[in-house]
């Protein structure tokens, strides 16, 4: 019978790239939302 | 003959630059043969359009009844022109400094010269126009032009070091495909954009 | 030496008329926002699918789920790069300035995904190779498109006079899409000729249905973001692009 090790223990790397991923998104578009907000406030038709 | 010098001393701090009881000069040639002509090309390519700039020629040349493709294609075999007098230089001088032993590939060596050159070249053009007018042209240039000097170098590189050890140009005929591939592909993109980065 | 004549006034690069940019602006503006919050939700939801619901890759642990972001990351980052060079085509053939507005607004959203494929490539990279970066055709190629924006990107910024700089852009846009297909294939061939020892193959010989699915969501969740990224980006540049024509148009 085959014993399968246990897989590794590198949950860490998984964690900060999900972090990075999605803080590197919401600051982004929040920095766009607020630009645009800015801009439509300013540019009138 | 700044190039030159520029070129020259690439060789010599290439030499220096690593252990040479870990790796042997014929290792390391191919390597150093082509980041030098890369960089003595970019400089070359900085200047290019700078002395009609500065004498007010390009407005002349916009004025003559010659076609914008005549203009690029002038330029780019003055350009050609330029480098491989470089490489005329270069070559001799790294088979000096790395006491090369060519086994007669120096036909091969030359015309995989030629093919990559004007690869690079034909964009280097496009590029050295279009940065003539922006500012901090010097870095400008380098860091548009830099990316599209990759592929032919990769394939030149690897060329050069299966010549020089003493494989038949045949067997790189995949190399050799890509940077005939990347030529036509690019010289006539450039072709069809030059006249976008000439004034109206 | 730039251009003296107003910006409104060049025949060859012609402003819609003022409301109505601001009016589409608005549009672009709104749908993006919706797309991209409806992205972000979604986004949320696939780490729960990719965390709790698909299987742990035996060999390879909980790092090889980096994959489900990483990958469909660089389809986008590449996607937005092929929408650079298509509109900076069309830009060079129609003149139409929301063509190169849409070219930058895609270069700036592309970039930020690239940077997040070249940050996730070595936390994937280090437990997975067992090196943080290696010269294979992926990451090589998404280097390479950082590069190349960020090029155009500086660029854009050198040039004040905004034909110019749309046509000074959309060359560099053209010929960078070009450059990419070559870099892969010399990537391609430099690996089959020096293969690096790769312990584990990360992809394995086949994706198990599940993880397929999982990853093509990821694709499709991607993709959306970047839409509503762009779509953003691309109204602000276009009430930008309205803000100085006024300014140039009174001064």
Known sequence: ?45 | MAALVFAALILVIFNFARDPTVLRAQDLAPSALWVTITFASVTALNRAFAVELDHGALDGLLLAPVGREAIYLGKLLGNLLFTGLVQAITIPLFVLFFNLDLHGTLPAILLLAFLATVGFTAVGTVFSALTARVQFNELMLPVLLLPFMVPPLIGAAQVTSKLLAGRPLADSAGWLQILVTYDIVFLTLSVLVFPAVLDE | MTSSSSLSASSSFPQSSTSSAVVAARKSIRLGQALTVLALVALAAHYVRAIQYTPIEATQGLAQKIFYVHVPAAWSAFLAFGILGVCSALFLWLHDRRLDLFAEASAEVGTVLTLIVLTTGPLWGKPIWGTWWQWEVRLTSTLFLFFLMVGYLTLRRSIFDPLERARYSAVVGILGAMLVPFIHLSVYMFRTIHPKPVILNPEGPTLPGSMLSTLLEGVAIMTVMYLGLVLVRYGIGRLQDEKEARHAAQG
Request: hydrophobic residues 65%.
């Open chain 1, 1 to 45: 019978m085959l014993l399968r090790a246990e897989p590794p223990a590198n949950g860490g790397f998984m964690v900060a790239a999900y972090a990075l991923v999605a803080v590197v998104l919401v600051v982004y578009a929040v920095t766009l939302f607020l630009r645009a907000r800015g801009l439509v406030a300013e540019v009138k038709e």
